[in-house]
């Protein structure tokens, strides 16, 4: 089955605490992102691949890191978390370039305190 | 920055009756997509149309594209329960990718 998958899908943990969160795809694709979701402010891209060792900011990549070793993964880094980084994390893929349809990862819920 | 910006934010309607949502973004794309999310889960692609299309149809969605106006809007025809959920559009601004904040959709019984 084609998908991706974000693993913790839950976290809990406390400022500072350096932490991964995994990302995985199994299509094939060029293109992986990050994005965080926040009420009223929709989603907002943190990072951004467009292939294997090519990655880029997004809008908001402020203590944040990523990596793209292997075409399939896509790790979001978080070196020393803060509250204001407690979010709803989305991980997502795309064939080719971005502005094609991204498939998206269930999401991870990280909670900073 | 907002690339993306969905009007209305909110729309209740009677099951059945038809759901119009619009997005207007700020620069020149190569698409424009629509996306639906289910209460937290993870968005779900809907259509895609190209910036040398006008219009499009998916079942019973209809998606146009203005590119003079920088603006796209999206129909749902005959609206069901399971319609209920947040609608994104997304725009490409070089290599990024810019959601707006979404319409928030629900369906009445």
């Known amino acids: 089955e084609a998908q991706v998958t974000q693993n913790p899908r839950y976290l809990i943990t406390v400022t500072g605490k350096k932490l991964t969160v995994t990302c995985s795809q199994n299509?094939?694709?060029?293109?992986m992102s990050w994005y965080r979701q926040d009420p009223g402010l929709g989603l907002r891209q943190i990072y951004y691949?467009?292939?294997?060792?090519?990655?880029d900011k997004g809008d908001v990549p402020e203590g944040y890191k990523v990596s793209r070793k292997e075409k399939r993964n896509f790790p979001l880094i978080l070196e020393s978390p803060s509250p204001n980084q407690t979010s709803l994390y989305f991980c997502?893929?795309?064939?080719?370039?971005?502005?094609?349809?991204?498939?998206f990862g269930p999401g991870t819920r990280l909670t900073v305190l | 920055s907002q690339q993306g910006e969905e009007d209305p934010q909110a729309l209740s309607i009677q099951e059945g009756e038809n759901a119009t949502m619009n997005c207007s973004y700020k620069?020149?794309?190569?698409?424009l997509q629509w996306y639906r999310q289910n209460s937290g889960r993870g968005l779900v692609h809907l259509i895609l149309?190209?910036?040398?299309?006008r219009e499009k149809h998916s079942g019973r969605l209809r998606v146009t594209l203005d590119t003079s106006k920088k603006s796209s809007s999206l129909l749902i025809t005959a609206s069901r329960a399971a319609d209920t959920a947040s609608y994104f559009c997304?725009?490409?601004?070089?290599?990024?990718?810019?959601f707006g904040k979404g319409t928030r959709l629900h369906i009445l019984p």
């Open positions: 691949s467009m292939n294997v060792e090519v990655t």
């Open positions: 620069t020149s794309i190569n698409n």
């Open positions: 997304a725009t490409d601004r070089d290599d990024k990718i810019i």
């Open positions: 149309i190209r910036s040398n299309e």
């Open positions: 997502a893929s795309s064939y080719g370039q971005g502005y094609n349809e991204q498939f």
């Open positions: 299509m094939n694709h060029e293109y």
